[in-house]
């Protein structure tokens, strides 16, 4: 796509492109074979600052603006739409809703791993029985003393199968015996919390190597102050997030577009038929 770029939004291109060409394209067909999350790639990603990147400084970003994020999106996905997935999960679905909803103390305590690439991130929302469908969740937690009680499964989850912290949409009972609503719980420590079982989808279609999991809570116990927001405000983060989401996936699909254009036209130069 052509549009007008300023002098640091077009460096900020070159640098997609390079790291694209040196770090991306040489090993993309090998991770999609191997169909295991590029944890080196993502470390990579995290040091040149892309993970975070459209993020406040004070939360470990670099305070770059959407355009030039999308631009980055754009050329990872150009050269491996799965290697795009990995850059931006972390900024578009995890570290969004902690920043539309979530506390001072939980920014400060969530969003620098997750921009710096220490924790690696999901997003929790698709359930065997409640895919587009998201009022239809049947996950549910309560309170019982200073934590809840988290019980559910969730499936389709990118990354879901390699995640240290998840963001997770359930039920919640605002007290005994009333109405469960849509509220948002901060799942953390995932590896070694009690209840959380965390499984990879094999045999995608394509973009195996950004992995695929499912992911059952028994009786997991989450601290109180994991809530994002209030009790019944879930539905709102959600759609919130998903809508700062769909910028991304737009960069994605028109850098896989672009992809595709540049080895069609590459290769109608070269073919020859008929003689010409």
């Not at 492109?17 to 995290?46: G, K, S, T």
């Not at 470990?60 to 999106?73: A, D, R, S």
Request: glycine share 10%.
């Amino acid at each position: 796509m052509i549009y007008d770029l300023t002098e640091k939004q077009a460096e900020i291109r070159r640098r997609g492109i390079e790291f694209a060409r040196e770090y991306i394209a040489p090993y993309a067909e090998e991770w999609d074979r191997a169909e295991e999350f590029p944890i080196e790639l993502f470390q990579r990603m995290a040091e040149e600052g892309f993970v975070g990147y459209p993020f406040p400084k004070k939360y470990g970003g670099m305070e770059g603006n959407y355009l030039e994020y999308c631009t980055l999106v754009e050329e990872v996905a150009r050269v491996d739409a799965s290697a795009a997935l990995v850059m931006c999960l972390n900024a578009s679905l995890v570290t969004n809703p902690i920043l539309i909803a979530g506390t001072e103390e939980q920014k400060d305590k969530w969003l620098p791993p997750l921009c710096n690439g220490e924790y690696i991130g999901c997003f929790c929302l698709t359930e065997p029985t409640a895919g587009s469908d998201a009022s239809n969740l049947s996950s549910y937690a309560y309170l019982d003393g200073d934590e809840y009680v988290l019980n559910g499964e969730k499936i389709f989850i990118q990354h879901g199968n390699v995640a240290d912290i998840s963001v997770v949409a359930c039920r919640i009972a605002k007290k005994e015996g009333g109405r469960p609503r849509i509220s948002v719980l901060v799942v953390d420590e995932m590896k070694n919390r009690p209840g959380v079982k965390q499984m990879k989808l094999e045999n995608k279609m394509g973009i195996r190597a950004a992995t695929t999991g499912r992911i059952e809570y028994r009786d997991v116990r989450v601290p109180k102050e994991n809530l994002l927001g209030e009790i019944g405000t879930g539905f709102r983060t959600v759609l919130a997030t998903l809508d700062g989401g769909r910028t991304g996936i737009a960069a994605q699909a028109l850098g896989v577009a672009q992809g595709a254009f540049d080895r069609a036209f590459e290769y109608a130069q070269a073919r020859h038929q008929w003689g010409q």
